[in-house]
């Protein structure tokens, strides 16, 4: 396994009175797709919201690169190249694509100042991001939203990407299309945190996996090994891939 681009250690994340997450011990391989997998509730979106600062670590460390990002600000963490892209999409429905885009492009001022090359890979990955460039974000389908998503989270060049059920309630051509622009991404060098319902979907894609139950990692180790021993599968998530 490649030395850990993002680590965890035993951290633990309260929500008002709640108590989420117990001790997650995590390791995301620098340059491969990490999976992380469990039943609903186990707390797989609350560790991504805690790794991008928008909820605070109660107790442990979170690591970037080796460095200590445990107490840093959402911005902080996004300018040290982490992009986060929510279950929810986080679409600013009433702007056009390409004002979404833009807003995302942190070092533009206007459109023509993104990164032409970069535009033109986007929209080689997702062809209906250049279809629907000044088309309000709002009208999109569900599919496209997602790829405007992704689009909007790689429109700078990022060095881990954090993805939270990217294939939910999509259709299998939508998914097929995420899963070979994630495949292009990691390709590219990028490394990926994602978590994934759709077991086809991490199959294809995962290098490693993690397994979340109760507010703790219960298990981790290598994709492959994982998909291939179905009495492990049924006894962490209840069912075979």
Known sequence: M???LLKLEDVHTHIGAYHI????DLQVPKGQLTMLLGRNGAGKSTTLRTIMGLWHASQGRIRFAGRDITAFSTPQIADLGIAYVPETMGIFADLTVKENMLLAARSAKRAQDMDEARLKWIFRLFP???KFWNHPAGKLSGGQKQMLAVSRAIVEP?????IDEPSKGLAPAIINNLIDAFAELKASGVTILLVEQNIHFAQRLGDTVAVMDNGRIVHAGSMAEFSADAQLQQRLLGLAL
């Open 2 to 4: 490649s030395e850990a």
């Open 158 to 162: 990022r060095e881990l990407l954090i």
């Open 21 to 24: 997450l117990h001790g997650v």
């Open 128 to 130: 209906a991001v250049e």
